[in-house]
């Protein structure tokens, strides 16, 4: 009867595992958003998670004292276990099916750590092609985790990659 009943509890510890799981990660969404992150009366288009890199780069300041410098990001994007997409230089998004947006930034704040790049509200000031992203006017990154950099620039033109995830909101008015 204890070989019978082992793999049910064991279904039920791991069952109860993914619920409190589920539900941290739920409760860690919704928490309030910054109000200039907030985009009232936006409906969701799209959602994908983002993960990839923040790439750095080691450039003279104006002083010509070497320091690093943000120079692009490079994602790829995930929904429902697939990749629909990437996130690049611009800072632009691309779908698998050819809809393709560039964003400016309007408001940012801080991430959870000093290590997480901030969350971001960007507004799009460009469209490609027809698509699931046709209709996006509005970008939100939440949920950031990794991404900053610091650390010793000795050499002007040097690169570093730093990973970084991210939550991509796409809205539309």
């Given at each position: 009867?204890?070989?019978?009943?082992?793999?049910?509890?064991?279904?039920?510890?791991?069952?109860?595992?993914?619920?409190?799981?589920?539900?941290?990660?739920?409760?860690?969404?919704?928490?309030?958003?910054?109000?200039?992150?907030?985009?009232d009366?936006?409906?969701?288009?799209?959602?994908?998670?983002?993960?990839?890199?923040?790439?750095?780069?080691?450039?003279?300041?104006?002083?010509?004292?070497a320091?690093?410098q943000?120079?692009?990001?490079?994602?790829?994007?995930i929904?429902?276990?697939?990749?629909?997409?990437?996130?690049?230089?611009?800072?632009?998004?691309?779908?698998?099916?050819?809809s393709r947006?560039?964003?400016?930034?309007?408001a940012?704040?801080?991430?959870a750590?000093?290590?997480?790049?901030?969350?971001?509200?960007?507004?799009?000031?460009?469209?490609?092609?027809?698509?699931?992203?046709?209709?996006?006017?509005?970008?939100?990154?939440?949920?950031?985790?990794?991404?900053?950099?610091?650390?010793?620039?000795?050499?002007?033109g040097?690169?570093?990659?730093?990973?970084?995830?991210?939550?991509?909101?796409?809205?539309?008015?």
């Open positions: 009867m204890k070989n019978r009943l082992m793999p049910v509890a064991l279904y039920i510890i791991m069952a109860s595992i993914a619920l409190l799981t589920l539900a941290s990660a739920v409760g860690a969404t919704a928490a309030p958003l910054p109000d200039g992150i907030r985009a009366g936006a409906r969701i288009v799209w959602q994908a998670h983002a993960v990839g890199l923040q790439i750095y780069e080691c450039k003279a300041d104006d002083a010509g004292k320091a690093w943000f120079r692009e990001p490079l994602a790829t994007l929904s429902e276990d697939k990749t629909v997409g990437r996130h690049f230089a611009g800072p632009g998004w691309e779908f698998a099916d050819g947006i560039k964003g400016k930034v309007i940012q704040a801080p991430g750590s000093d290590k997480d790049i901030p969350v971001l509200r960007l507004d799009v000031v460009q469209h490609d092609g027809n698509g699931d992203l046709s209709s996006v006017d509005t970008v939100q990154r939440l949920n950031t985790k990794g991404g900053i950099f610091t650390g010793p620039c000795d050499k002007v040097e690169m570093h990659s730093e990973p970084y995830s991210a939550d991509y909101v796409f809205l539309a008015h």
